[in-house]
Structure formats: structure tokens, C-alpha cells
């Protein structure tokens, strides 16, 4: 059996559910915005995100872990419960641009909150396996916008071929 830390298996679960929850509610965002310039949807959207998908991670690392075979009952539990937390806080954090600003704004705002979000979690990692941060942040950051990018341009289609 590994020997895991405590900070090995919160670190795991919020690296996780941080980075889950901003590829997943930006993508969501952005499409919703694209193809419905809807405030309604892209709020709705964000709060099933938090929710429905918070969950599904969590369950998803939570039988990953146990599919180890290595690690105990406890471990497998907090890391489950960290994703499931760090996805449903980060992405419910997207949902306040969108209540105090125009739809426009606000996703602009969310994009760069979540590129800046990407981008820290990205530097603390790179630090901790004393990796060049720079390279680490852009590896991220591509993966990200290119995510913002097909999100959009598959919202618009949809918006060309079912309004």
C-alpha cells in the first residue's frame, strides 16, 4: 500500500475540481452565450454545472480512487469530498458576473477569472515539481482557450441551425 499524505489527497481534489469547474462552466458559459444570448440560460446553466456536475466529478474521482485498490476508506472519501467542494464553489464564483453585469460583461469577466484561476492553480504546481511555471501556465492556458474557442464557435452553429 502507498503511503499518501493528507495534502496529497486535497491537493488531488481541488486541483481536480477547480480545473473541471472552469473548463466546464466556461465551455457551458460561452455556448449558452453564443447560441441563446440568453442571461436566463447561461444562469441556469452555471448552477446545474455546480451542482449536477460537482457531483458526477466527485462520484468519477471518488471510483477512480478506489479503483487503486491502495488507498483507505478515509482517503478515498476526502478526496471525493474536496472535488466535489472545490468544482461546486469555483464554478457557483461564475455566477456573480452574470447577476451584476450585462451578459456581454460578464462573460468576458468569467473568461478572465478563469484563465486567472487556471493560470495560479498552474503556477503552484509547476513550483511544487520545480517545473518552469511559464511553460506549465501556457500548456494550461492553450488547453483553456482553445476550450473557450470550440465552445463559442459550436454555440453560434447552433444557433445558425436551430433559431
Known amino acids: 500500500m502507498k503511503n499518501f499524505s493528507i495534502k496529497h489527497f486535497l491537493t488531488t481534489g481541488i486541483s481536480f475540481g477547480l480545473t473541471s469547474a472552469v473548463i466546464t462552466t466556461l465551455g457551458l458559459m460561452v455556448g449558452l452565450n453564443s447560441s441563446t444570448r440568453s442571461k436566463l440560460a447561461v444562469i441556469g446553466g452555471i448552477l446545474i454545472i455546480a451542482i449536477a456536475d460537482a457531483f458526477s466529478d466527485a462520484f468519477g474521482i471518488h471510483i477512480s480512487e478506489e479503483s487503486e485498490n491502495n488507498h483507505k476508506e478515509k482517503e478515498v472519501w476526502l478526496v471525493t469530498i474536496c472535488t466535489f467542494l ?7 464564483t461564475f455566477i456573480f458576473p452574470v447577476l451584476f453585469f450585462s451578459l456581454k460583461k460578464a462573460v468576458i469577466i468569467n473568461i478572465i477569472w478563469g484563465l486567472f484561476l487556471i493560470s495560479i492553480l498552474s503556477f503552484y504546481l ?12 501556457f500548456e494550461h492556458l492553450i488547453i483553456a482557450i482553445i476550450v473557450i474557442f470550440l465552445s463559442n464557435y459550436i454555440g453560434r452553429l447552433i444557433s445558425y441551425f436551430f433559431s
Open 126 to 137: 509547476a513550483t511544487t515539481q520545480e517545473r518552469k511555471p511559464f511553460k506549465v501556465i
Open 86 to 92: 472545490a468544482k461546486l464553489l469555483f464554478a457557483i
